[in-house]
């Protein structure tokens, strides 16, 4: 990494990959191997520039960016570019706001907020009329539409009805099976503004980026951001590409957006999981900020639309993935939920993504027409999780520490009905007589030699009501595995005792 600051270029044309604060649950060695991935795709002529951040849920850990972002500087966090159809996560939450005001449901169909829509003949006489939510999830049946739809940004609204009164192509009927499509997040912009009484984009301003201070966040160049120049390759060389203005297409993916801006973007939206799970403090940062919910940022990363047989797009890998609100779900099976979203326009590429157990995320730019750059902000991603800490244990109730208590005195005291009765859920004598659980446990104590009164020597959760714990014992160790019901009074409605050897010492 280099130490030029963030507003000179350094001798390599590098801008420097500093930390905003220490960056102290991240080591250094992984920063720097982040910042040496995205220097060399500018060295391999990969695009003209390339800019990066790392955030986690207190803010951004660190950035970088290499090249020429076409003023012969290097990029830095501030420097803006086009984020394309990470806009749509935008969009969605402005459509969620709108819903949580009750001034629509996501169940409406869309001919009730474009009259035009009417025109458009369904593929098949019992198909729906596509809904806000099949909008919302990719589902509403239209063709996977990039090429024709990154040229559409500066679109009238006139001009748009005329399209759709000339007629669309179906796929799929509405609510059968996921294909990305920016058309239906074109009419999504058209929905925000006919409910708000507001232009699309003065809407998600006011009423998203402004609270949160994205004011280097806008769907034109933003005021007192350096801008980087957009470009594709040529027999020549790089060609630079003119930018395109704002219009009915702008909320598929019409924003520019600067490292520091997106990566707090990706935090709100994370924020919704603070305190949840394994979750921290982080959202207290977020209170009062903006109104959009924690519920409903957290259904946007719901996978609500499951996308089979893998996406073929850039970023996302072929495992269990959907599509939520504007937003990419995929599963992944160390570290559970990522969640994501890609953008490319002419001159640009784009990527967000981030955990959402720790909140740790990276965002990333480049200005060249298929750059890809999602896949160097995978592989930086991938390279975060791997150097982190084990997540903190699943929590567990108070509840079912209670109920931990009440079946080791249970064990210890013989199985006796009465007490059995006041520990577990009628169920547990129906499912298993207690007469035989009796036996059991005498058998599984006197082969283990277990030590009740000793502390458990190990103990595993997989839900904040659910515990497995072994006492040691002289010959083997004692397994004992509890699950609460859902009803209040924290009853046992599983329980299971067995016998297991112990370690080799």
């Known amino acids: 990494m280099t130490s030029a600051s963030s507003s000179d270029a350094a001798p390599d044309n590098a801008a420097s990959a500093r930390a905003p604060r220490p960056a102290d649950r991240i080591p250094a060695d992984v920063l720097s191997r982040i910042d040496d991935l995205f220097r060399q795709r500018v060295e391999r002529g990969v695009a003209p520039s390339s800019a990066w951040g790392v955030f986690d849920r207190q803010g951004l850990v660190a950035s970088g960016g290499h090249g020429d972002r076409g003023d012969g500087r290097a990029p830095d966090q501030d420097t803006a570019y086009r984020i394309a159809s990470c806009t749509k996560s935008v969009t969605a939450a402005a459509l969620l706001l709108l819903a949580e005001r009750g001034l629509l449901d996501l169940d409406d169909p869309v001919t009730a907020f474009v009259p035009a829509f009417a025109s458009v003949a369904l593929p098949r006489p019992d198909a729906p009329v596509p809904t806000l939510r099949m909008l919302l999830t990719m589902s509403a049946g239209f063709p ?25 192509l179906f796929d799929r009927v ?89 990566a707090a973007w990706a935090r709100f939206l994370a924020a919704a999981f603070d305190g949840i799970g394994v979750g921290t403090t982080g959202a ?109 244990a699943v929590p567990v109730l108070d509840v079912t520490r209670r109920a931990q208590a009440a079946v080791t005195r249970l064990l210890a005291d013989g199985f006796p009905d009465d007490l059995a009765d006041a520990v577990c859920t009628p169920n547990v004598a129906m499912d298993v007589p207690y007469e035989r659980r009796r036996a059991a446990v005498r058998e599984a104590l006197s082969a283990s030699g277990a030590d009740l009164a000793a502390r458990p020597v190990r103990e595993e959760t997989r839900s904040p009501t659910h515990l497995v714990w072994w006492h040691p014992g002289t010959t083997g160790l004692l397994r004992v595995e509890i699950r609460l019901a859902p009803i209040a009074a924290g009853l046992v409605q599983t329980l299971t005792v067995r016998v297991e050897d112990a370690p080799p010492v």
């Open 144 to 168: 996977t539409d990039d090429p024709w739809a990154d040229r559409q940004e500066s679109l009238s609204d006139d001009a748009f009805d005329g399209v759709l009164r000339g007629g669309l």
């Open 174 to 262: 509405p609510g059968t099976g996921f294909a990305y499509s920016n058309l239906g997040y074109a009419l999504l912009g058209r929905v925000v503004a006919r409910v708000s009484g507001r232009p699309y984009q003065r809407f998600a301003t006011e009423e998203l980026l402004d609270p949160l201070g994205l004011t280097r966040t806008a769907f034109t160049a933003p005021d007192g951001a350096a801008l980087a120049s957009g470009y594709r390759s040529g027999p020549d060389g790089w060609e630079r590409l003119p930018f395109t203005g704002p219009g009915a297409f702008s909320s598929i993916g019409g924003l520019f957006s600067t490292v520091t801006d997106l």
């Open 284 to 392: 207290a940062a977020w209170s009062g900020s903006a109104s959009l919910s924690a519920a409903d940022r957290r259904a946007m990363q719901q996978a609500s639309r499951t996308i089979s047989g893998g996406t073929g797009l850039p970023g996302l890998r072929d495992r269990p993935a959907g599509y939520g609100f504007g937003l990419f779900v995929e599963q992944d099976p160390v570290v559970g939920t990522i969640v994501s979203h890609s953008g490319g326009y002419p001159g640009f590429s784009a990527h967000m993504r981030w955990s959402t157990a720790d909140g740790v995320g990276v965002v990333a730019f480049e200005n060249a027409t298929g750059a890809r750059v999602p896949m160097a902000a995978t592989e930086a991603h991938d390279l975060l999780l791997s150097a982190r800490p084990a997540p903190p």
